[in-house]
Structure formats: structure tokens, C-alpha cells
């Protein structure tokens, strides 16, 4: 920082000599130009300063009985303070205010000496002019603070969005080819049933056109042989004796598709939760069967799935966080897996918690990753693939539900993660449901 920094500081005072008496210090602390101050300096022939005198000092001086009479034509260097605050002019703010406050006695009865760099008295500078102008950095720097506290929290918000629309994304992506299954036979049937049906259409045509033969007065029985002709060939092609079973089958594939669609919309349902309350009494294990619904599409070619539910008691908990902390454990422990695995999924009760364990048999973590998984932006995913924002995400959702969620993990064995929710509902989530 450059000398300008102590330049409003700066007070510029004539300094006395050394051999200036007593009496005449003390007349001058008397006058008008020097009430402001609480000393005054005492230099040397060079200009350089050898202390401050105090009116404090002279004070109790002339206090005294006689105190003129004694000590009025005494040299001032009798009574001053030979070893000053002094500071340099080139000397930054900051590094000044250390200096002095370090130093400084109280009660505060001098001022301090402010010198150039080759050390010759400039001026003094008041303790109080010292204050003033820290508070009024601190002031600028409290702005400056605030400004980027501000833009850090809007970062901070637009990346916790960003990982939230990444993972919609991947589930909405999910649920898409997971529908396009059964949507794609339930089409396929309808395009059989409209295939069916069509000779159907035709046996009526050539029905109706015999009873209309049969109807007609003139009718001769060349054209009634036609029209029993036609008719008998229509239903040849409709084969009624097959018919039947072919439209049982094809119907009962179009039900068994549609609830299959009908599952999946029930479980994006109960994952997102979109018709709930923010927060309510859940059952945990339904929060497991609605995520792995969702999950199935991105985990079902690399694991299987194994559940161990317990009996569990209904918690108090904003289901949806909880769907959400539960979709990025089974993503993230397919994503670990080098060939097909296992994931194991585990909920039981304790006496004042609720448990639930995500434990896979992929590659593992060592200690150098497993002590930074749960930092913000921090990922071993590839450039491009991840924010490094999903545990850190989870383990806020599990704070502020008042849990836990922990991790263990052994390299080439695979990871655990377990979470404890309290019975007792956190004091964040205390809304009605």
C-alpha cells in the first residue's frame, strides 16, 4: 500500500526543541491550534523526534504545590516520553493500526509521531483520526463482503439448480424408455387388433348384402349364390374359432402394458410428490420402492437390486429430498460398478432412529477420495459428467432432517453409505402437513 494511505492522518504540528522550558510547553498546549491534541513533539536539530510531551504530564506538574516555581524552567526533555509511538508515512494502514493499538496504553494520553522514511519528523496523527479511518475501511471492505457474499449465494443457488435439472434429466430420460417399452407393444397390439378386426368389417359388408338379396322381391338365385359366396369366404378369413383367442391374448398384453405405464406414472407420482405437502408422516420404505421404480431404467444393465426392508414406524420427513438422496446413492453406486454387481438396500428401526443402508460391491473408494466426498464440486466422474454437487446436495437434505449419513468404503470390496433419520422431526422441517 503507498504512504498516500496515512496522508489524511497527518497533522502538521511545529516541534519544539529540546531546550524549550516547561512553563512555555505548557502555554503552548494552552492555545487554540493545539486543544486538539493530547502531546506535543520534541525533535532534535535534524529534525528527527525524541519524544512527546504530554499535557497529562504537565498537568500533574503544575498541579503540585510550587509545580511552577520547580519544574517551569527545566528543560521540556525533562518531562517528555522518550520512547514515542512513531510511525512511517510509507507504513500501510492496516500495518499501522497494528502498530499502535499494539503499543497503545491506556487511558490514551499521547498522540503518535508520523516520520518520513528517513526518519524526520512530518507531523502527528490522532488516535481517533486512526479509529475513524479503520471504520471507514472496514466499512469499504463490509461492502465489498456483502457484494460477493451475495453473488457467491446466487452461484451457489444456479449450481445446486443446475445439478437438480441434471438429475431430473436423467430421470425424466429414465422414465422415458421405461414407457417406451410397453407403449411400444401396447401400439404394436392395437395395429394387430385394427388388423383382426378388419375382416371382420368385411364378414358384416357381405352379411348385410346377402340379407339385402334375400330381402329383394326380384332377387334371382344366381345372385343369392354370389351373395352366400361372399359371405362364406368372409368368414373363412375371419376363422372365428381362432379369433377369440387371438383377441383374449392381444388384450391381455394391452392391460398388462398399460399397468406397467400406470406403475411408472404412480411412481414418478411418489417420487416427486408433486401433490403432497412439503413435509409429512411417510413410511421410509415406500420412499425406497417409489425410487427404485425410477431408477430401475439407468441401474437395471449394470446391478441387481436386492431390498431388506424392516418394519418400520412412519417418520416425519419431506419425502421428496428423501427420493432425491436415494436416487443419487443407486446412481452412484451403479456408476461405481466395473461389471455386473449387487446393490443391497436395508432400512430397520432403532429405538430413537430409523436406518437405511445403500451398500454395493463396485470398485471402492480410497481414504484420499473418501474423506472428499462429500465437499461441494469435488468428482472423479470425466470433464463433463458431473458437477461434483449430488452428495454434498444429499448430506444437507440429511442436516437438515436432523440425521446423519455416513460412509465406509475399501477399494476393490465396495462402499456403504448409511443414513440415520431422528424419529423426532427436525426443527427445520416443523411445517403442517
Not at 338365385?221 to 352366400?228: C, I, K, N, S
Not at 417409489?290 to 441401474?299: E, H, K
Not at 430413537?352 to 466426498?373: F, H, N, T, Y
Amino acid at each position: 500500500m503507498s504512504s498516500s494511505a496515512l496522508a489524511p492522518l497527518l497533522r502538521p504540528v511545529v516541534a519544539l526543541p529540546a531546550t524549550m522550558s516547561i512553563s512555555d510547553v505548557a502555554d503552548r498546549l494552552l492555545t487554540a491550534e493545539h486543544k486538539a491534541f493530547l502531546s506535543l513533539p520534541v525533535v532534535d536539530d535534524a529534525g528527527r523526534p525524541l519524544g512527546l510531551v504530554s499535557r497529562y504530564r504537565l498537568q500533574d506538574i503544575f498541579m503540585q504545590r510550587f509545580g511552577r516555581d520547580l519544574w517551569g524552567r527545566r528543560p521540556v526533555v525533562d518531562v517528555m516520553n522518550p520512547e514515542p509511538l512513531i510511525v512511517s508515512l510509507e507504513t500501510g494502514l492496516e500495518e499501522a493500526a497494528r502498530q499502535i493499538t499494539g503499543q497503545l496504553q491506556y487511558p490514551i494520553t499521547e498522540d503518535f509521531v508520523l516520520v518520513d522514511g528517513a526518519g524526520r519528523y512530518q507531523g502527528l496523527g490522532t488516535v481517533l483520526d486512526l479509529l475513524k479511518a479503520m471504520e471507514v475501511r472496514v466499512a469499504q471492505r463490509n461492502r465489498v463482503l456483502r457484494r460477493a457474499l451475495t453473488e457467491l449465494r446466487e452461484s451457489q443457488t444456479q449450481l445446486v439448480q443446475a445439478e437438480k435439472m441434471a438429475s431430473l434429466g436423467q430421470m425424466v430420460a429414465g422414465v422415458a424408455h421405461e414407457l417406451n417399452t410397453p407403449l411400444g407393444y401396447v401400439k404394436n397390439n392395437v395395429e394387430l387388433l385394427r388388423e383382426l378386426i378388419a375382416p371382420l368389417f368385411e364378414l358384416a359388408e357381405a352379411q348385410a348384402a346377402l340379407g339385402d338379396c334375400l330381402s329383394a322381391a326380384d332377387s334371382d338365385g344366381q345372385a343369392l349364390a354370389r351373395a352366400l359366396e361372399s359371405a362364406a369366404q368372409a368368414r373363412d378369413r375371419v376363422a372365428p374359432e381362432l379369433l377369440a383367442g387371438d383377441l383374449e391374448q392381444l388384450f391381455a398384453d394391452t392391460r398388462y402394458g398399460l399397468g406397467q405405464i400406470g406403475e411408472l406414472v404412480v411412481g414418478l407420482k411418489d417420487f416427486a410428490r408433486l401433490d403432497r405437502a412439503m413435509s409429512e408422516e411417510v413410511d421410509l420404505n415406500d420412499c425406497v420402492r417409489s425410487t427404485l421404480v425410477i431408477a430401475r431404467n439407468g441401474i437395471k444393465d449394470k446391478v441387481e437390486v436386492l431390498t431388506r426392508l424392516g418394519e418400520l414406524p412412519r417418520i416425519a420427513c419431506a419425502p421428496s429430498q428423501i427420493n432425491q438422496v436415494l436416487l443419487n446413492l443407486l446412481n452412484n453406486a451403479a456408476q461405481a460398478m466395473e461389471r455386473f454387481g449387487r446393490i443391497l438396500v436395508k432400512t430397520w428401526a432403532e429405538p430413537d432412529a430409523l436406518c437405511l443402508s445403500v451398500q454395493d460391491d463396485g470398485c471402492g473408494m480410497p481414504p484420499e477420495v473418501l474423506k472428499r466426498i462429500f465437499d461441494p464440486f469435488y468428482t472423479t466422474k470425466p470433464v463433463g459428467q458431473g458437477t461434483g454437487l449430488g452428495l454434498s446436495i444429499s448430506f444437507k437434505i440429511i442436516q437438515d432432517h436432523g440425521g446423519s449419513i455416513q460412509v465406509a468404503s475399501e477399494v476393490g470390496r465396495g462402499t456403504r453409505f448409511l443414513i440415520r433419520l431422528p424419529l423426532t422431526q427436525a426443527a427445520s422441517l416443523q411445517r403442517s402437513a
